[in-house]
């Protein structure tokens, strides 16, 4: 099976190509070609071992308007990958004027709620901390992606989460 996407992680977008089955793939990225050896942990981690001895391990999560968040030890990542239409269609101009008004903020692992930043009714900036959760030894800033109004919130300091709970509640403010 192939499938090309785009890819939006840097200034410009890439066309990213990839092929395989059943755990082997071959991924072309501009002139770049690379084999990868991809399998399902049993925590729900993604581990890919890439024929230059490289091995990259973590979770994956698709994000509202075609974003992607990686999740491992070197932190947490998100960009752009859709096909060439959606892509097209994401980055049209006025694209998001129809976007969802409503975005639930999950945890991406499992951990533990340190600090709370905001209360239900707080207006926030885009990039604003919303609250920090500690997974595997480490703290995660977690921050607002848009600007908007915390609608309500579902966690407390000190409270354990599961991978996929739910944290918060984001509104998109009318501007």
Known sequence: MRRVFILRAGAEPETLAVEGRAGVWSV???RELDKAEVVR???GRLSAL????????GRVVARPHGDVE????RGNFRFG?????????GHAPDAHLGAAAEEEVRALMPGRVIEV???AGDEVKSGALLLVLEAMKM??????ERAGV??????????AVEGGARLLTLQSVSG
């Open 139 to 144: 703290q995660n800033e977690i921050r607002a």
């Open 50 to 57: 890439l024929s230059t001895g490289r091995q990259i391990c």
């Open 28 to 30: 072309a990225r501009g």
């Open 81 to 89: 990958l859709a096909d060439p239409l959606h892509d097209r269609v």
């Open 117 to 119: 930043a905001v209360r």
């Open 70 to 73: 990686v999740s491992s030890a």
């Open 150 to 159: 915390v609608a309500d919130l579902a966690v407390t300091a000190g409270e």
């Open 41 to 43: 942990l049993p925590d």
